[in-house]
Structure formats: C-alpha cells, structure tokens
Nanobody, 120 residues
Framework: QVQLVESGGGLVQAGGSLRLSCAAS????????MGWFREAPGKERKLVAT????????YYADSVKGRFTISRDNAKNTVYLQMNSLKPEDTAVYYC?????????????WGQGTQVTVSS
C-alpha cells in the first residue's frame, strides 16, 4: 500500500520561501512519476507541478512557473517542492501525489496535505 506523508507547510510572509517534502513508502518509488497539487478554500484541486521518474522532465502550472521547483531524491524516496517568491494567492493545502503505474501521469495515491498560508 502506497503511503505519502507531506511536511514543510506553514505561515510565511509574501516574498518568502518554503520547501515541502513528501516521503513515500509501500512500493518502488523510483518507478513512478510524482506530482504536487493544491486546493485553495472554495476552489477545486489543481495541478502545481509534476516530475518524471528520473527527474529529467518536469512540468509547472503557469501560475508557479519560475518561482517553484519540483525535485526528487530516489535514494530517499522523497519528492520536494521548493517555493520561492510566495504570494498570498499561493495559500492552499498542498498535496503530494503518486502516479498509478509506471509511465502514467494519472495520480491515484495522495498524501494528507499540508497547509501553506502566505500573508500579505
């Protein structure tokens, strides 16, 4: 059974930085793409960033491009989201997600979420 545990959220002022971590267990981490999503109050969950199994291919939503960086350490079974130049509109619960099968970017496994609050 796949388990994902996020950490690193918190309260930060606009312009500040946070790094989210997601520790995975339950299967071979390095065989699956990973992603970060976020859900703001009253809004639907949206994709923030994805990363391929090797880390060589990444994707970012336009709203975070140039400010956020997704990375992974397959030796530590961990995926990260470095968030810089944070804005109040980045406030949301951030979820780590794991792809359902090798080669897929469909996400079936989710963490419990970590709150990120950016004050103006």
């Amino acid at each position: 059974q796949v388990q994902l545990v996020e950490s690193g959220g918190g309260l930060v002022q606009a312009g500040g930085s946070l790094r989210l971590s997601c520790a995975a267990s339950g299967r071979t981490f390095s065989s699956y793409a990973m992603g970060w999503f976020r859900e703001a109050p009253g809004k639907e969950r949206k994709l923030v960033a994805t990363i391929s199994v090797s880390g060589g291919n990444t994707y970012y939503a336009d709203s975070v491009k140039g400010r956020f960086t997704i990375s992974r350490d397959n030796a530590k079974n961990t995926v990260y989201l470095q968030m810089n130049s944070l804005k109040p509109e980045d406030t949301a619960v951030y979820y780590c997600a794991a792809a359902s099968r090798p080669g897929s970017y469909e996400y079936d496994y989710w963490g419990q979420g970590t709150q990120v609050t950016v004050s103006s």
